[in-house]
């Protein structure tokens, strides 16, 4: 079995073309099923899974290339998600209460970001599998921009 | 980094697409929904846990008479009658408030010390302006709020602490101004029914002399509130009628009393 630690050094080499140890899958796992469980956790206070998906990545910004990058990449893919998450959490606490009324323009949006955390959801959950056998999953748009962010 | 630009490009593309649809439907109409839905909730919640603590007197010779004046009242101001609840609670302070969700309080303690009928319907018409001028509206609902994140950390809906609380909220959040605008629309309420206007400033010293003045707060300067009155102008509009007999207000009187 190849391993990562030959190419890690090689700027060339994709993270698709790493073969990573059984421990790497798991950690690099690791990371998406703890954004998991954090977006579960804290879909009422969104800082929490943001903060939990923060504190591994620093807990495996020491681990290998297949590592980082994994958890880099479910690190970035947090972030719109508590931006979105924040302000809607916001927003129904200023209606809770009663700063402001309830509206077709806060349904739209309720709608328009569950619609993203069910995608993210579904992509956190593909993400922890496919990294778990070995295989990356790459996000669209946060794959790319975790290839430009993971140093090697 | 062209790539991610034209990625985000896109994402966001989609995102706002999404919301953008969204924002196309009326939610509120399809689901049936109203803006204040979540305040009216939280109101009745509020009222449901303040009318429990109320010990409301339901004899119908208590309730009857009082419920003649607020209709009558409410008749000659041109206000829904069924848009008002006045509840009358077996309480000896003296004291009326209106409280959340049009809702009125006349303790039996106020009914005893009232001279007439007209005196009553004073303090009536002065705690039914400040629902017609939107004084206890505003805030109301944050109060509301207030009232059940309490409940929530005292763990227990504490209410007669919780009826204090709402009066006291509601009086502190009255402005003399709007007291006096209450006063001159109470005169005016009564003036309508063809009561003495008068009748507003003698109530409010009524007040005045007993010391009590806790039937609101901010209720001092009552001889002042009163003189403000008595300058108000009210052209004659026939004798005053009495709207209540005789005995049924005096049989009204007895029941409060005895109520205790």
Redesign the interface.
């Known amino acids: 079995m190849e391993s990562c630690e030959i190419h890690v050094n090689d700027p060339l080499v994709r993270i698709e073309d790493i073969v990573p140890h059984e421990d790497e899958m798991e950690r690099a796992s690791g990371c998406y099923i703890m954004s998991l469980v954090a977006v579960m956790v804290g879909l009422p206070m969104p800082i929490i899974n943001l903060a939990a998906t923060g504190l591994f990545y620093l807990m495996s910004r020491r681990g290998t290339f297949f590592v980082r990058w994994n958890s880099i990449q479910a690190l970035v893919s947090q972030v719109p998600l508590f931006i979105m998450n924040n302000i809607l959490f916001w927003w129904t606490i200023r209606?809770?209460?009663?700063?402001t009324?309830?509206?077709?323009?806060y349904?739209?949006?309720f709608?328009?970001v569950n619609?993203?955390n069910v995608y993210d959801f579904v992509e956190t959950v593909r993400s922890a599998v496919n990294t778990r056998k070995g295989k990356v999953h790459r996000w669209?748009?946060y794959g790319?921009?975790t290839d430009?962010i993971c140093k090697r | 980094m062209k790539r991610i630009l034209k990625e985000f490009a896109l994402s966001a593309l989609l995102f706002f697409s999404i919301l953008f649809v969204t924002l196309r439907v009326d939610w509120m109409s399809v689901l049936h929904l109203s803006p204040t839905i979540v305040g009216d909730k939280l109101l009745e919640w509020v009222w449901d846990l303040t009318y429990q603590g109320l010990n409301e007197v339901k004899y119908d010779k208590v309730r009857l008479p009082v419920d003649s004046l607020v209709h009558e009242m409410c008749v000659a101001n041109g206000i829904d009658t069924a848009s008002i609840s006045v509840v009358v609670s077996n309480n000896y302070e003296v004291n009326a408030y209106a409280t959340v969700g049009r809702h009125i309080i006349v303790n039996t303690g106020l009914i005893e010390k009232m001279d007439n009928e007209a005196q009553l319907c004073a303090v009536i018409g002065h705690e039914l302006a400040h629902l017609e001028l939107g004084h206890i509206q505003s805030g109301i609902r944050q109060q509301a709020v207030f009232q059940v994140i309490l409940i929530f950390l005292t763990g227990n809906g504490n209410v007669d602490g919780l009826v204090n609380l709402t009066s006291e909220l509601i009086s502190n959040s009255i402005t003399r101004a709007k007291e006096n605008d209450a006063d001159e629309q109470g005169a005016r309420f009564l003036y309508a029914m063809h009561l003495d206007p008068m009748e507003m400033a003698n109530t409010l010293e009524t007040f005045e002399s007993y010391g009590i003045l806790s039937y609101l707060t901010d209720h001092d300067d009552s001889k002042k509130r009163a003189e403000n009155i008595r300058k108000m102008h009210f052209a004659y509009n026939g004798p005053f009628r009495q709207v209540l007999s005789p005995g049924t207000w005096e049989e009204l009187k007895e029941k409060c009393n005895r109520a205790r």
């Not at chain 1, 209606?95 to 700063?99: N, S």
């Not at chain 1, 009324?101 to 323009?105: E, M, T």
Request: charged share 10%; glycine share 0%; proline share 0%.
């Open positions: 209606i809770l209460f009663c700063f009324d309830l509206s077709s323009a349904i739209a949006y709608i328009t619609l993203y669209y748009l790319t921009i430009k």
